[in-house]
Nanobody, 124 residues
Framework: QVQLVESGGGLVQAGGSLRLACAAS????????MGWFRQAPGKEREFVAA????????YYADSVKGRFTISRDNAKNTVYLQMNSLKPEDTAVYYC?????????????????WGQGTQVTVSS
């Protein structure tokens, strides 16, 4: 069982930066691939980024590639999402998710555990 708690969301102007963090409970965090997804009002949840359990593989949605960076610190049981050059269309609730014994996936159905989400609002 893994519990995930996101933090770091907030209100930022377009062009600004935020760093989201997702703290995980449990001793086996390092065996989980981690992902970030987002959901804007009236839209479906969409993939943002993922990282394999040893951080060898990373994946990004085309819409965030070059602006967002996913990373993890297994010693701290935490995964991060550094978001730069934010745009109003990045406004959404951001969720982190854990995939047991996986390499990371763009599909939300492949993840076993989810956090409660953190709101990111980018003003124009």
């Amino acid at each position: 069982q893994v519990q995930l708690v996101e933090s770091g969301g907030g209100l930022v102007q377009a062009g600004g930066s935020l760093r989201l963090a997702c703290a995980a409970s449990g001793r086996t965090f390092s065996s989980y691939a981690m992902g970030w997804f987002r959901q804007a009002p009236g839209k479906e949840r969409e993939f943002v980024a993922a990282i394999s359990w040893r951080a060898i593989n990373t994946y990004y949605a085309d819409s965030v590639k070059g602006r967002f960076t996913i990373s993890r610190d297994n010693a701290k049981n935490t995964v991060y999402l550094q978001m730069n050059s934010l745009k109003p269309e990045d406004t959404a609730v951001y969720y982190c998710a854990a995939q047991a014994y996986g390499l990371g996936s763009r599909s939300h159905t492949q993840y076993n555990y989810w956090g409660q989400g953190t709101q990111v609002t980018v003003s124009s």
